[in-house]
């Protein structure tokens, strides 16, 4: 069964450092996600993208936070400059449509960031 | 905008017994509905959703939900706990019109042989 991959599995930062999450979606996807959860709780929308632009972003997601789609696979998640409330697992999905209810998503493992 | 309520942070059952994960939703328009369980260290997977028609849906693992209009509620069940059932689980929803899925806070169920 395809899967979403997402890489690194754990990151450990300094507080102000840059760092890059990843993530290669299922191919035949067309839409893409990021969540975080913080504490094993509550997920978190963060943005949505589509045909290589954003097409939804929540409030958490301000100008230190990024994305991009450069080379048709890899979707990456940038945040330029992290603080301790970044810390969390992030979570990349993907989604074959939004009609018909084909919006169900497929969640990648995640990635845990520690900001220090 | 869209919302979900999880009124419950824990849930214990005997195994064998029944159960059920309460949610309920606020959406603008006719919702999506879904559950989604996470195991630990894992993320999110499917179990179930509703879009329209027959308004007890049947997902994975032998669980099923039952939309219900008036009372804004798409409770998850299961005939019979197992121990291996014990997860994290979410209600999520969509509004027609958007492309974002809302979570619950989720609801950590627990079943004790």
């Known amino acids: 069964e395809p899967e979403v991959t997402q890489t690194p599995s754990h990151q450990v930062t300094q507080m102000g450092q840059e760092v890059i999450l990843r993530c290669v979606p299922i191919?035949?996807?067309?839409?893409f996600y990021w969540y975080r959860q913080i504490l094993g709780q509550k997920v978190e929308f963060l943005v949505s993208?589509?045909?290589?632009?954003?097409?939804?972003k929540s409030e958490i997601f301000d100008d230190q936070f990024s994305v991009e789609r450069p080379d048709g696979s890899n979707f990456t998640l940038k945040i330029r400059s992290t603080k301790l409330e970044d810390s969390a697992m992030y979570f990349c999905?993907?989604?074959?449509?939004?009609?018909?209810?084909?919006?169900?998503?497929?969640f990648g493992a995640g990635s845990r960031l520690t900001v220090l | 905008a869209q919302s979900v309520a999880q009124p419950e942070d824990q849930v214990n059952v005997a195994e064998g017994n029944p159960l059920t994960v309460k949610c309920t939703y606020s959406?603008?328009?006719?919702?999506?509905l879904f559950w989604y369980v996470q195991y630990p260290n894992r993320g999110l997977q499917f179990l179930l959703k509703?879009?329209?028609?027959?308004?007890l849906v049947k997902g994975s693992y032998g669980f099923e939900a039952e939309f219900n209009k008036s009372q804004t509620s798409f409770h998850l069940k299961k005939p019979s706990a197992l121990v291996s059932d014990s997860a994290l689980y979410f209600c999520?929803?969509?509004?027609?019109?958007?492309?974002?899925?809302?979570f619950g806070d989720g609801t950590t169920l627990t079943v004790k042989p």
């Open positions: 959406v603008s328009g006719n919702p999506y």
């Open positions: 999520a929803v969509k509004d027609t019109n958007a492309g974002k899925s809302t």
């Open positions: 999905a993907g989604a074959r449509g939004i009609l018909s209810g084909a919006n169900v998503l497929t």
């Open positions: 509703y879009i329209t028609g027959d308004n």
């Open positions: 993208f589509y045909n290589n632009e954003i097409s939804e």
């Open positions: 191919s035949n996807h067309l839409y």
